[in-house]
């Protein structure tokens, strides 16, 4: 954990530098008469500054914690106690998850409701929750099969468990890291 921050504010000050070399660039630039001003000059610093925005974006991606947005529409047939079960059991995972190399629960946060929005727009998705991970490699983790592996084997069996509950496209997932 020191090690990846260490690793982060090394990564800030490269960009940091890179800021300051284009800032100082784009003075030299700005600062020759309209007269003498060469134009691929300023068409290469903007593309100089776009580079270093896609560079600081990217990395920025990978380095805050990640929202793993999921929302269910069930079978019509589904009773009330099978998507309270559903519910209890997504919840648990918060505390089954454990990374396989430390041991540790990797789950930040979980949390979870039922749908009561007003706008009429849940498609009729009728359970949300929002999984909050360390980062992008925890999150891979807790996804797994059919993604990424090694997975966790605690989500894996509640997907399976979860599945045959569900409506046709009945599961929507939207993930995003957070700025």
Known sequence: STQSTWD????MKGFVVCVLFCALLAAAATSTTAAHKD???SG???SVLST???????????????????????LSTVTPEQQQEVMKRFAALKD????????????LSLD???????????????????????????RDYYVGRP??????????????FVGPFLDTN?????????L
């Open 52 to 74: 270093v925005h896609s560079w600081f974006t990217s990395k920025a991606t990978d380095a805050g914690q990640v929202k793993h947005f999921v929302a269910f529409r069930f």
């Open 112 to 138: 979870y409701g039922f749908a009561n929005s007003p706008e009429g727009a849940d498609q009729k998705m009728t359970q949300g929750y929002i999984v909050t991970f360390k980062n992008v490699a925890d």
């Open 147 to 160: 993604f990424h592996t090694p997975y966790d084997p605690h989500h894996d069996a509640f997907k399976a």
């Open 96 to 107: 089954l998850c454990v990374n396989p190399t430390t041991g540790e629960k990797y789950v």
């Open 8 to 11: 982060t504010i090394s990564e």
């Open 39 to 41: 134009h691929s000059t």
């Open 170 to 178: 009945g599961v929507y997932v939207f993930d995003f890291t957070a």
């Open 44 to 46: 290469w610093l903007s």
